[in-house]
């Protein structure tokens, strides 16, 4: 009997240890998932970015058709315009870089999130099953346990009646 109730306490702690690191994995892949919303959080300041870009663009626009207005200073203007251009055009190309590089690493990350779910998701579903195992293991041997003490509890009444009948034989 104790025995079983060892290898039950000894069963009873290796799944306590499994649970264990399945909940330090989940802090982990919720560690990931912050993560994924901080570069998320980062993407909507690329797209602010691209606005400012795109104000940029506008203005330029705003120049060049100013430009149109005074031809009489057009040499002075036009190289004004041409290093606005220039300024504006860097900064289309690395606005669109850091956007693709961005779109890269959030489809990454999402597909490894994704991945993650589904890990968690299965080590939840074998933690579940691993736990209506071993209730019912643990309802087996309490049946078993009460079953052996009933026994003994009989045995100890059959020896006391046979040292009984002795004494009066």
């Given at each position: 009997?104790?025995?079983?109730?060892?290898?039950?306490?000894?069963?009873?702690q290796?799944?306590?240890?499994?649970?264990?690191?399945?909940?330090?994995?989940?802090?982990?892949?919720?560690?990931?998932l912050?993560?994924?919303?901080?570069?998320?959080?980062?993407?909507?300041?690329?797209?602010?970015?691209?606005?400012?870009?795109?104000?940029?663009?506008?203005?330029?626009?705003?120049k060049?058709?100013?430009?149109?207005?005074f031809?009489?200073?057009?040499e002075?203007?036009?190289?004004?315009?041409?290093?606005?251009?220039?300024?504006?055009?860097?900064?289309?190309?690395?606005?669109?870089?850091?956007?693709?590089?961005?779109k890269?690493?959030?489809?990454?990350?999402?597909?490894?999130?994704?991945?993650?779910?589904?890990?968690?998701?299965?080590?939840?579903?074998?933690?579940?099953?691993?736990?209506?195992?071993?209730?019912?293991?643990?309802?087996?041997?309490?049946?078993?346990?009460?079953?052996?003490?009933?026994?003994?509890?009989?045995?100890?009444?059959?020896?006391?009646?046979?040292?009984?009948?002795?004494?009066?034989?």
């Open positions: 009997m104790e025995a079983d109730v060892s290898e039950m306490r000894n069963e009873l290796s799944r306590d240890d499994l649970w264990r690191r399945i909940q330090l994995e989940c802090q982990k892949l919720y560690t990931e912050l993560k994924i919303k901080e570069y998320k959080d980062m993407q909507e300041i690329q797209i602010k970015h691209q606005s400012s870009c795109v104000q940029l663009t506008e203005q330029l626009e705003n060049n058709t100013e430009l149109l207005l031809p009489e200073s057009g002075h203007q036009e190289e004004e315009l041409n290093k606005i251009r220039n300024h504006v055009y860097r900064e289309e190309q690395s606005h669109c870089s850091e956007q693709e590089r961005m890269t690493e959030i489809s990454e990350l999402t597909e490894e999130l994704h991945q993650k779910e589904i890990t968690i998701a299965t080590i939840m579903e074998k933690a579940s099953l691993l736990e209506r195992q071993l209730k019912m293991e643990l309802e087996t041997k309490h049946k078993l346990l009460t079953k052996q003490q009933l026994l003994k509890f009989r045995y100890q009444v059959i020896k006391s009646e046979n040292t009984h009948l002795k004494e009066m034989v």
